[in-house]
Every structure is written in C-alpha cells, then in structure tokens.
C-alpha cells in the first residue's frame, strides 16, 4: 500500500510538468510571432524551435496549433505550419475591428465605471508617459490605458478579445507612434476620452473611434514600413 501510495503523486505531476513546458513554449513561440521573427509566408521549421527551446517537437507542435486558432501561424497539410501573412488590408481591417471593441466598452464603462477607475487609469497613463523615451515604451503605456478603459466596462470577454487584438497590432502600432503628430495627438485624444468618461459623455466614444481607426491610406504606409523593417531590418 505504501508504494502505491508513493507512486501517485508522480503520476499525477507529470501532466502538470508537460502542461507547464507547453505553456512556456507557447509564450515563447507568440513573442516570436508578434514580434514578426518569422517573415510573412515563412515556413515554420519545428525542429530549430524544439532545438531551440530544448524541447521534444510535441510542445512546438502544440504551442503552432493554438497560434493557428489566434490566426498567427497558419497550417498547409502535409505541408507544415506558415507564418501569417500581412497586407496594408489585413492592418486596417483589425484597426477596424480594435474600434468596434473599445468603443463597444467605452458605452459600458460610462455605465459602469467608477471615479476611482477613472482616476487611477488618468494616473498611471500620466506616470508610464511621463518616463516614456521610445515608442516601445510608448505603445506599451497605450496599450495599458486602452486596456484600462476597456476594463471598466465589466466584461472580462472584452478585455480579453481587446488583448488579443493588441498582439496582432503591437508591432505596427509602435510604428505608428513613431510619428510626432501621432504621437502628440494620441495625449490630447486620450485627455479628451478620459474628460468625456468623467462626465459619462457618450461622445467619447466617437473622440475613441477616430483615435483608432486608421484611413486606408495610413494602413498602406504603416504596413510598407513595416514590411520593409521584417524583411531588410
């Protein structure tokens, strides 16, 4: 009896143990993708990311399938697993989709927001900007004061569907701030949305939108740029 005893927890700590590897792997492998280290339409080669992480190829393997159902990778039978492809289309249309999200939470925050909330999102955008000295740094305080907006609507699912947008969007996004005219009008627009959740305006969703949503035009710029820096660094 005692051996047997000694036995199950070993057991039940394997699945734990293989979970926890795949969940590393995965983490890992999304950075890579968000961050664009496999080119658009690049074959996906399993083997050097096992090698890489020092791991079986059955984590890779599993950690490429999630990023197929996030639209990250995308997977040709018998083929293997690609990376996805991007065009000044795809950049719009999910600047598109980021408005319909925010803007869908901003109506619910004025709703449901407390001025507590307000206050501490007002707060830590002033203190994150106010350290702020690339556009890395500043995409990662314009992703959190977005977030924290979208928080106060009380829907965790939002939030969610809002961070899986950003990912697919960081890396453009700081191209984006990289302008000095996109980057002055991003503190007067979040100013504004902040001023017009204070009073419970819905006319900061429409200040929202327009913060957002990116012209056809812009879409074509951001992208070429940022083709350009994937393909020639």
Known sequence: MATAKAANPTKAGTPKRAADVVEKVYRQVKEMAVE??????????EVELAQKFNVSRTPVR??????????????????????????????????EYRALIECGAYRLACQRATPEQIAEAERLWTEQTSTTQNSEQLGEADEAFHIA??????????????????????????????NPTRCNKTYDEHAAVLECLKRGDPEGAEILRTHIVMSSEHAVEVTKEGLARIFFG
């Open 36 to 45: 664009y280290r496999f080119r658009p339409g690049e074959r996906v080669n």
């Open 149 to 178: 907006i979208t928080e106060m609507a009380g829907n965790p699912h939002i939030t969610t569907a809002l961070r899986d947008v950003n990912a697919k969007l960081r890396f453009f996004r700081r191209i984006d701030l990289e």
């Open 62 to 95: 599993q950690a490429l399938s999630r990023l197929v159902h996030e639209e990250f990778v995308t997977f040709v039978p018998n083929r293997g697993f690609y990376a996805r492809e991007i065009t000044p289309e795809d950049v719009r249309q999910i600047y």
